[in-house]
């Protein structure tokens, strides 16, 4: 992969859950890391559920390869903010990473 294809900033976070002064759990965000990204695919679909259309926008991101990036975790990328629906190395060769990811609107 060349440098000069990863144009984006992807800020990947993982959730954190703290106690409030009460006692109670707050879940909070933290950043994992931040990563030069190429977008490589964009998709959007519309659907009907619960009586009104919905829209789905997901995006292909593939970074330099990194270990522990997850489903349970999110991503921010030019002021979008995705859910992370996975994340896999296509090759095996530990060069790259594709992150599928969920617009969260």
């Known amino acids: ?11 990947i976070e993982t959730s954190t859950a703290t106690r409030d002064t009460a006692g109670g759990q707050i ?5 994992f ?13 519309e659907f009907y ?3 009104k ?3 789905e926008i997901t995006d292909l991101y593939t970074i330099r390869y990194r270990t522990g990036i997850n489903a349970k ?11 992370i629906l996975g994340a896999n190395d296509p090759d095996g060769k530990r060069r790259e990473i594709y ?7």
């Open 1 to 11: 992969m060349k440098s000069e294809e990863l144009r984006l900033q992807l800020t």
């Open 27 to 31: 879940l909070s965000w933290a950043t």
């Open 33 to 45: 890391a931040t990563v030069r990204a190429a977008k490589k695919h964009s998709s959007s679909r």
């Open 49 to 51: 559920a619960a009586q």
């Open 53 to 55: 259309i919905n829209s």
């Open 73 to 83: 975790m999110r991503g921010i990328c030019d002021g979008k903010t995705y859910d």
């Open 99 to 105: 992150i599928l990811c969920k617009v969260v609107e």
